[in-house]
């Protein structure tokens, strides 16, 4: 059986109403995108009003890296963390606001400037609606399940890394296929034959896992999707696993350079006949969301989901001003 990785953080599944007595604000902010200098020029006066310590960092990549840095040290246990965090970027922001308070979550909400945004429940222009409703205690806290990982090193000992949306082992560039040997509570599932294995999250479940074919989670649920990247196998289908497994990915074949990649921004070198392990993490990660979001609004908004060529027309609908909708074949709604 495969020996279950433990975290050194309680288990917490608490899901508690956000907080309100939120006085230490940290923004990060993904100043390489257009129009957030201006949004943080409207917001940093905005704020200094209503709280007591306020922080804006430019540049939420260079931040994650200083902060996972510092978390080495000793005493960085004890050193203060913001009550709230508003990131003004898109999903990689978010994720990378996630990975620099990984050990020590901290509520977080994001106004949406990337293509997407899956992870961030509200749009810039949004704003003040948006941050009035957190310091007034209106906003909804979505704990978000995330992936511990344990991985090899160079010096031979396990490491850990934790991700919010997915683990990918994946090949390099120039080279043949990887052979990944997937084991679930030391039960030999199947060895993939593919370009790389994607194991998701429930919130990484429309990420890149959707894109190689997997399918969309619920962000409440709790499971794990494991999804091969292009696999030789056409009968090798995405797998949603319970998220009390225990999952091991062992790379068995492998010419040339294999890496894990955890939520698209930390690197870990892999050689044949390697191990990752996988299992929930304990805690969740705080999410802010605005209260009466749509989940299913936010996927047909962000994929382009239509009912029908006629979205006027809700099928069966009866009654003055109902039309038929032709499904093809002679066939009538």
Not at 53 to 82: G, N
Not at 129 to 148: C, D, Q, S
Request: glycine residues 10%.
């Amino acid at each position: 059986m495969t020996k279950p990785i433990r975290a050194s953080v309680k288990r917490d599944d608490s899901s508690a109403k956000a907080r309100v007595d939120y006085q230490r604000v940290l923004v990060l902010a993904d100043g390489e995108k257009s129009n957030v200098s201006a949004l943080v020029a409207d917001l940093e006066p905005w704020l200094k009003k209503r709280v007591r310590e306020l922080s804006i960092q430019m540049d939420v990549r260079a931040f994650c890296k200083e902060r996972q840095a510092s978390t080495s040290r000793a005493a960085s246990a004890d050193a203060p963390v913001p009550d709230v965090v508003v990131v003004l970027g898109g999903d990689g922001a978010i994720l990378a606001a996630a990975r620099a308070f990984a050990e020590r979550p901290v509520p977080t909400i994001g106004l949406n400037f990337g293509r997407v945004g899956y992870l961030a429940s509200a749009e810039t222009h949004h704003w003040q609606e948006t941050l009035t409703e957190v310091f007034e205690g209106r906003a909804v806290l979505e704990p978000r399940m995330r992936v511990l990982a344990e991985l090899p090193s160079a010096t031979g000992a396990r490491i850990q890394a934790i991700a919010m949306n997915d683990v990918v082992v994946t090949r390099g560039a120039y080279q043949g296929m990887l052979e990944v040997a997937l084991e679930v509570d030391g039960h030999w599932v199947t060895n993939y034959r593919a370009d790389g294995l994607i194991v998701a999250t429930p919130s990484g479940s429309t990420a890149y896992s959707l894109a190689a074919g997997g399918p969309i989670l619920a962000p409440a649920m709790q499971g794990f999707v494991v999804t091969p990247i292009c696999p030789q196998s056409l009968s090798h289908r995405p797998v949603v696993m319970h998220s009390d497994n225990q999952l091991s990915l062992k790379v068995t074949r492998s010419i040339g350079v294999t890496t894990v990649v955890v939520d698209g921004q930390g690197f870990f070198p892999m050689s044949e006949g390697d191990t990752v392990k996988l299992a929930r993490h304990p805690v969740p990660y705080p999410l802010l969301a605005r209260p009466g979001l749509d989940p299913f609004k936010r996927l047909r908004d962000r994929l382009g989901w239509r009912g029908s060529f006629e979205p006027d027309v809700f099928p069966g609908e009866v009654g003055p001003g109902a039309r038929d909708i032709d499904i093809g074949d002679g066939g009538r709604l």
